[in-house]
């Protein structure tokens, strides 16, 4: 199957402070990308819909502000947490749509804040 | 609108059987099945478009009905390694996301 990379794979931040997260498709071109959030037992919740060249599409009560998207080229998508805070820790995936209708996964981010 | 998955978890033996549903009041233009183990992303699984569509091999396989609005996934013959959460996933036409089902954790025992 298609392969999506994600970087880093866990990061540990201070309150406050940006955490960048990479999404890329490596075999193949991804015009459109879509973020997900996972907090613990829970299910796969979207957060947003990158699309490259045009401003991503946010899910009802995400901040756009606060969680930056940008899909700078056909293969990568990035998401930036700013002013991280306690309650963003969370596994964040990212998902990438081929032809044939199948998403295939990154293997997600652990995001911890302290 | 969100699928509805049953059952919530099941605990089986090494070589038994399971049947996870997922289902929605309205028509579903494709459901997809993935199987997610702690720590890890959800790894795809298979996708059904077709009503009446039966798909996967002999020990893990799915189908969608008739009416399209319900999928069922089938593990025969388990084996440990199909521990983990099963989620169905629906979408609408075109590059659209995924809506997940609240999952299934299976546990598979010795």
């Known amino acids: 199957g298609a392969v999506v990379s994600q970087h880093p794979s866990w990061v540990i931040c201070k309150s406050g402070t940006s955490v960048k997260i990479e999404c890329r498709s490596l075999?193949?071109?991804?015009?459109?990308m879509f973020w997900y959030r996972q907090f613990p037992k829970q299910s796969l919740m979207l957060m947003a819909t990158?699309?490259?060249?045009?401003?991503?599409?946010?899910e009802q009560g995400v901040e756009k502000d606060k969680f930056l998207i940008n899909h700078a080229s056909l293969t990568l998508s990035t998401l930036t947490v700013t002013s991280a805070h306690p309650e963003d820790s969370s596994f964040y995936i990212c998902?990438?749509?081929?032809?044939?209708?199948?998403?295939?996964f990154g293997p997600g981010t652990r995001l911890t804040v302290l | 609108q969100q699928p509805v998955q049953s059952p919530q978890a099941v605990i089986l033996r090494e070589g038994e059987d399971a049947v996870i549903n997922c289902s929605s009041s309205?028509?579903?233009?494709?459901v997809h099945w993935y199987r997610q183990k702690h720590g890890e992303a959800p790894v795809f699984l298979m996708i059904?478009?077709?009503?009446?569509e039966q798909k996967g091999h002999e020990k893990i396989s799915a189908s969608f009905n008739e009416k399209k609005q319900q999928s069922s996934l089938y593990l025969t013959a388990s084996q440990l390694s199909y521990s983990g959460t099963y989620f169905c996933?629906?979408?609408?036409?075109?590059?659209?996301?995924?809506?997940f089902g609240k999952g299934t954790r299976l546990s598979v025992i010795a």
């Open positions: 990158s699309n490259e060249g045009s401003k991503a599409t946010y």
């Open positions: 998902s990438a749509p081929t032809r044939g209708d199948t998403q295939y």
């Open positions: 059904l478009l077709k009503g009446g």
């Open positions: 075999d193949f071109q991804a015009t459109t």
């Open positions: 996933g629906t979408t609408v036409p075109g590059n659209t996301p995924l809506v």
């Open positions: 309205k028509a579903l233009y494709s």
